[in-house]
């Protein structure tokens, strides 16, 4: 995360939401629902969950140098395929 409460966090990506442009991830942005009790003699809850925050305001973090870095893409020939892959912009190895 590079913006906001949880800045300088690193989590796992849970869930994505494209139309919206935001995602969820593990431990990040975490929210508080209060819980009723359903049944008579049972008690309420707190539930923590990921709540989704904007995509812009996280990075990818390199699995090489284990920094935070911007993405970047190379054609790749091999074979007479074209393949596309992602590049750490810090280190110029390929991610994945």
């Known amino acids: 995360m590079i913006s906001g409460k949880d800045k300088g966090k690193e989590g796992k990506v849970l869930q994505v939401f ?9 431990g990040l942005n975490i929210r ?9 003699g049972e008690k309420g809850q707190k539930i923590e969950f990921p709540s989704p925050f904007f995509a812009a305001r996280s990075m ?37």
């Not at 494209?18 to 593990?26: D, N, Q, S, T």
């Not at 508080?32 to 008579?40: D, E, F, G, L, S």
């Open 32 to 40: 508080i629902k209060h819980m009723r009790p359903r049944r008579q």
């Open 18 to 26: 494209p139309k919206e442009g935001k995602i969820a991830a593990e």
């Open 60 to 96: 990818l973090v390199c699995p090489r140098c284990n920094r935070p870095t911007r993405v970047g893409y190379k054609l790749v020939v091999n074979e007479g395929k074209k393949t596309k892959l992602r590049i750490c912009k810090k280190c110029k190895e390929s991610i994945e």
